[in-house]
C-alpha cells in the first residue's frame, strides 16, 4: 500500500521521481523519500507528511543525477516519522531500497543481522532488506539481491540502486511493479499512473522475477535463476485521464465520468438481446458461484448474489476475501470463484484465488487494470474498462462492478437457456443517459448536504438488492467525511438500530420502485414517529414517501435490477458534498491507501 517509483536514463531522476509520487500519493501519503545517484555518492532525503513537505525542501532542490528511487509510505511497522520513512539504507550508506510489502520474518532476520553488528534505525521490517543485502554485496548487485530475496518471507515490490553501480534492481512477490520502457530511460513503478507520462509500454514483473534495469535494457531472471522472455504491454490510458482537469478533486471527477464508464462495460458486450461477455465454454458446467472481495468490490458481490441467483438461477455465496482461506472452505464440483477487485492487485482477494485453486475451484477475475495480479491469475475474466481511478473511495470501479456483475448474469442465464428479461435489457442500454439524471441533482445535493455536515452519526436502510446500496452508501460517508455511518436492512431497524434514532439522528433511505417498496414505508413511519431527520432517495412517482421526508432526491426509474447503479451515485454525491464542505482531502483520507497490498 505504498508508492515506488525509480528511474534511470537522460533526464534529471529528481524531477521524475517526484512527479511520479504525486501520481502514486494516494497509495500512501504519510511520509515520503528520495535517493539519487550523484557523482558515486548516494543522497538520501525523508520528510513526514505529503510530497509536498518533501519537494519543498532545499535538499531535495540541490539533488542532481540520472538514476534514483523514491517512495511514498502508509505506514505498517512503525509510526510515521523521517527514521521509518523509504528509503532505507545499509550500514556504510552504499545501498538504498524501497519496498512495498510486508516481510513476516523480519523479527528473526534482524536478530541475526545484529548478531552480525548490522545496525538499525528504524521500526520497520523494510529496512532489514537494505542490510541483508549489504551482507551478501561483493560486486555484483543483482546477485545480492537475490540472495536476500530467497530469505524472505512476505510480500514485497522492491527497487534497489547502489552508488557505484549504473542500474536499478527490481524485484516482486505479491506486490504490484511495472517497468516502463522509453527510449534510453527506463522508470519503475507500483502503477503504471507514473509511467505514463513518459511511455506507454511497459512490463509487469511477475511474481518471484528480479529485473536488472539499466537505461537502454531490461534483463529478467526468476529467483531461482531461470531467465525470462518478457512480454512488453500497450497500456491504452492516456495521461490526460490521471488529471482532475475542471473538478476540485479526483472523486468527483470519477462520479462525473460514470455515464462513460458504464458505457464502456457495456460496450460491445450488449447485442440487442445477445450477451457477449464470455466464451460459454467456462460457465457451462458451474453448479455454484462464490463470490470474494473486500471492501466496496464485497458490496458489489453482494448486488451480485441478488442478480444471479434471480436471473440465472444458480446458487452464489459471498466471502469477504479475508476470511475465505482462514474458515476452510468447501469446494464442490462445478464451484466457480469470482474475485473482484479494483487494482486486481488486493492482497486477501489474490490469496482467496490460490486457496480456492489449490482446493480445485475454476476462478474468474472482475477487475479494472489490464495486467494487473488478479487477471493473470485467474482462469478467464471481465475487464471493466473504467480506467484510472485515483480517489481511494471507490466510486466509477463500484458502478462498472455492478454493470459487468449484471451482464455475467443475463450471459449465465443465456448459455442455460432461461429467459432474459427484456425490460432489463432495455433499461441497460438507458443506463447512460439516466445517470447523468442523476448527476444533475448535484446543486442540490450539496445545498442538503449543508444541513448534515456537522452530524456525528448516519444510518443507512435499503431492502432487497439495494440494502447492499445502503451498506456502500455508509462506507462512502464514513471513507471521506469520518462521520460514524451504518448501514442495515430496513426490516433489520427493529432489532437494534432503533435505539440509536432520536431528533439528531440522520436516517438514509433507499426507496426507490420495488417489490419491497411498501414494506420501507412502514420503516419509514417508524422513524419519523421518532423525531429522525430523514433523506429518502426515490423515483419522481413516489410521491407518499415525501410526506415523511425532511429531504427527497430523486433518482430515474428504472428496471429493480438496475436501480442499485442509479441509487448508489446519488449516496455518493452526498458524502462527496458533505466532506468537501468539511473542507476535508476527498481524495486521500486518513488512514486509508487505494490499494490494499498486504495483508
Not at 17 to 33: F, N, Q, T, V, W
Not at 242 to 248: H, I, L, P, T, Y
Not at 552 to 576: G, K, M
Request: aromatic share 6%.
Amino acid at each position: 500500500m505504498c508508492g515506488i517509483i525509480g528511474y534511470i536514463g537522460e533526464r534529471n531522476a529528481r524531477e521524475v521521481i517526484l512527479e511520479g509520487l504525486k501520481k502514486l500519493e494516494y497509495r500512501g501519503y504519510d511520509s515520503a523519500g528520495i535517493s539519487i545517484i550523484s557523482k558515486n555518492s548516494l543522497k538520501t532525503v525523508k520528510k513526514v507528511g505529503r510530497i509536498k513537505e518533501l519537494e519543498k525542501d532545499k535538499k531535495v532542490k540541490d539533488l542532481f543525477g540520472k538514476i534514483g528511487i523514491g517512495h511514498t509510505r502508509w505506514a505498517t511497522h512503525g509510526k510515521p516519522s523521517e527514521k521509518n520513512s523509504h528509503p532505507h539504507l545499509d550500514c556504510k550508506k552504499k545501498i538504498a531500497i524501497v519496498h512495498n510489502g510486508i516481510i513476516e520474518n523480519y523479527q528473526s532476520l534482524k536478530k541475526l543481522l545484529i548478531s552480525e553488528k548490522h545496525k538499525f534505525n528504524s521500526d520497520t521490517d523494510s529496512e532489514i532488506i537494505s542490510h541483508l543485502i549489504e551482507k551478501f554485496y561483493e560486486d555484483n548487485l543483482e546477485e545480492a539481491v537475490i540472495k536476500a530475496l530467497r530469505l524472505l518471507e512476505g510480500t514485497f515490490g522492491l527497487a534497489v540502486i547502489s552508488k557505484d553501480k549504473e542500474e536499478v534492481i527490481a524485484a516482486k512477490r505479491g506486490s504490484p511493479l511495472v517497468i516502463g520502457i522509453g527510449k534510453n530511460e527506463k522508470i519503475i513503478s507500483s502503477d503504471v499512473a507514473a509511467v505514463l507520462k513518459y511511455t506507454d509500454k511497459v512490463i509487469y514483473l511477475k511474481d518471484d522475477e528480479v529485473a536488472v534495469v539499466h537505461k537502454k535494457t531490461v534483463l529478467i531472471r526468476k529467483i531461482n535463476g531461470q531467465k525470462v522472455d518478457p512480454k512488453i504491454h500497450k497500456i491504452k490510458w492516456d495521461i490526460k485521464s490521471m488529471e482532475k482537469g475542471r473538478f476540485k478533486h479526483f472523486m468527483l471527477k470519477e462520479i462525473f465520468e460514470q455515464p462513460e464508464t458504464i458505457r464502456n462495460a457495456l460496450r460491445g458486450r450488449l447485442s440487442r438481446s445477445k450477451i457477449k461477455i464470455l466464451d460459454e465454454k467456462n460457465v457451462r458446467d458451474i453448479k455454484r458461484i462464490i463470490l470474494t472481495a473486500c471492501g466496496t468490490s464485497w458490496h458489489s458481490a453482494l448486488i451480485g448474489k441478488y442478480l444471479i441467483e434471480r436471473i440465472a438461477k444458480i446458487p452464489v455465496e459471498v466471502d469477504y476475501a479475508s476470511e475465505f482461506r482462514y474458515r476452510k472452505p468447501l469446494i464442490l464440483e462445478g464451484d466457480l470463484l469470482v474475485a473482484i477487485s479494483q487494482s486486481g492487485e488486493t492482497a486477501d482477494t489474490l490469496a482467496a484465488i490460490r486457496e480456492a485453486k489449490k482446493l480445485g475451484a475454476s476462478t474468474m477475475g472482475i477487475v479494472n487494470v489490464v495486467g494487473s495480479t488478479i487477471s493473470r491469475e485467474v482462469d478467464f475474466g471481465i475487464y471493466l474498462h473504467a480506467g484510472p481511478e485515483t480517489g481511494v473511495a471507490s466510486t466509477k470501479a463500484f458502478t462498472s462492478q455492478v454493470t459487468a456483475l449484471l451482464l455475467f448474469s443475463l450471459f449465465l442465464a443465456q448459455t442455460r437457456s432461461i429467459r432474459i428479461p427484456c425490460k432489463t435489457i432495455s433499461e441497460l442500454k438507458k443506463l447512460p443517459k439516466k445517470v447523468k439524471d442523476v448527476l444533475k441533482n448535484s446543486k442540490k445535493i450539496r445545498e442538503i448536504s449543508k444541513s448534515f455536515k456537522d452530524s456525528k452519526n448516519f444510518l443507512y436502510f435499503g431492502r432487497g438488492i439495494n440494502f447492499p446500496v445502503a451498506l456502500e452508501g455508509a462506507l462512502k460517508l464514513k471513507e471521506i467525511s469520518y462521520i460514524h455511518a451504518e448501514g442495515y436492512p430496513a426490516a433489520e431497524m427493529k432489532h437494534g438500530p432503533i435505539a440509536l434514532i432520536d431528533k439528531e439522528m440522520p436516517v438514509v433511505f433507499v426507496a426507490t420502485k420495488s417489490e419491497l417498496s411498501k414494506k420501507i414505508v412502514s420503516n419509514i413511519e417508524e422513524v419519523k414517529s421518532r423525531g429522525g431527520r430523514i433523506i429518502i432517495i426515490t423515483n419522481p412517482k413516489n410521491k407518499e414517501l415525501k410526506k415523511f421526508a425532511e429531504y427527497v432526491i430523486e433518482v430515474p426509474s428504472t428496471d429493480e435490477a438496475i436501480s442499485p447503479i442509479i441509487n448508489v451515485i446519488a449516496l455518493q454525491l452526498l458524502a462527496y458534498h458533505i466532506a468537501d464542505l468539511k473542507n476535508l482531502d476527498v481524495d486521500k483520507p486518513r488512514n486509508l491507501a487505494k490499494s490494499v497490498t498486504v495483508e
